[in-house]
């Protein structure tokens, strides 16, 4: 099966339509699927549900497809740094499913092995917890999470080979492992594809046969959220 694409859109080809679910990898704006994000703004498709950690900062990651009102419903952990999003949630222009953050990796890997549901105590007693079934484990209450399933995973990665086997760098595997599972269809965008062989087989974060399309996005202009410098010490 070819798996290398020359490009985010022809990797995206035929898989893009309103209202669909997409489950996106990264965190902040370490490992996210820029080219990837890129095309799908390009593509004007719309009322979209993304699954994210967060929703990246203004204008960069997720924040372009807020700004481009493509996005209907965010389910995220963390969204402190978007003042779209921010501005958008409080306006009522868009709907928000506020999840703990190992609640919404869970809740993606779950989905990605077939686990319709599990019960985790994180949030009892919350808002987090209202409307959620309630049940008792060995006297501890717990709240039922639903499972994610996608109809496209987009990820990054650092490595892959020809075949699609993925690794990932340091804090990018944090969600974007999870978030590949969980999908129908998995898209991913590396910085590196070497040849079947070259990688370690026990090094390999994500197997090829989660990995369904796959783009050479390098080069990366690595952006930083938040620059911390210190004032030069004077004599």
Not at 85 to 92: K, M, T, V
Not at 119 to 142: C, I, Q, R
Not at 143 to 160: N, P, Q, T
Not at 170 to 183: C, D, I
């Amino acid at each position: 099966m070819k798996k290398i694409y020359p490009n985010a859109e022809a990797a995206l080809d035929g898989l893009l339509f309103d209202g669909m679910t997409i489950c996106a990898g990264g965190f902040g704006l370490c490992g996210i699927p820029e080219r990837l994000i890129d095309a799908i703004q390009a593509s004007g498709v719309k009322d979209l549900t993304i699954a994210s950690n967060n929703a990246g900062i203004d204008n960069e990651g997720l924040g372009k497809l807020l700004r481009s009102r493509q996005v209907k419903k965010m389910i995220s952990s963390y969204v402190g740094e978007n003042k779209e999003f921010e501005r958008q949630f409080l306006a009522g222009e868009l709907e928000v499913e506020f999840c703990p953050q190992g609640t919404l990796a869970e809740r993606c890997r779950a989905g990605g092995a077939g686990i319709p549901g599990f019960y985790t105590k994180t949030g009892v007693g919350t808002v987090v917890a209202e409307g959620k079934e309630h049940k008792e484990f060995d006297g501890e209450t717990y709240i039922l999470e639903r499972g994610i399933r996608a109809d496209l995973s987009i990820i990054k990665g650092w490595k892959a080979d020809e075949a699609g086997n993925l690794i990932f760098r340091k804090t990018a595997r944090n969600f974007n492992q999870p978030m590949a599972t969980s999908g129908k269809v998995c898209v991913a965008e590396v910085e590196e594809i070497v040849p079947v062989g070259s990688l370690d087989a026990d090094a390999i974060h994500l197997p090829s046969i989660y990995v369904k399309r796959l783009i050479l996005g390098a080069p990366y202009d690595k952006k930083i959220e938040f620059r911390m410098t210190r004032q030069r010490e004077t004599a």
